[in-house]
Nanobody, 120 residues
């Protein structure tokens, strides 16, 4: 059984910074991609940033230049550094990984979500 545990989040003023962490634990064969999503009430969950096992990263236009995703393959962990935060960044942030099992089967896994609130 593989679990994702998120940490970080909280309340920050506009223009401030916050960091999120997510670590996978359990019987892990391979993690293909590690991603951060976010969701606000009444809206669909949206992709914020992604990082593949070879180090390739991608960002949604609305966070480019402000957020940085990084991963530590040895620790099966992914991080999201959020700078220049705006009120519209307020959301529940979810860690997501695409796992590959020894059989070759691919399966997505979600973290429990962590609230980020940007407000003065």
């Amino acid at each position: 059984q593989v679990q994702l545990v998120e940490s970080g989040g909280g309340l920050v003023q506009p223009g401030g910074s916050l960091g999120l962490s997510c670590a996978a634990s359990g019987s892990i064969f391979s993690i293909i991609t590690m991603n951060w999503y976010r969701q606000v009430p009444g809206k669909e969950r949206e992709l914020v940033a992604s990082a593949t096992s070879d180090g390739t990263t991608n960002y949604a236009d609305f966070v480019k230049g402000r957020f940085t995703i990084s991963r530590d393959n040895a620790k099966n962990a992914v991080y999201l550094q959020m700078n220049q935060l705006k009120p519209e960044d307020t959301a529940v942030y979810y860690c997501n990984v695409l796992m590959q099992y020894a059989s070759g089967r691919l399966s997505p896994l979600w973290g429990q979500g962590t609230q980020v609130t940007v407000s003065s």
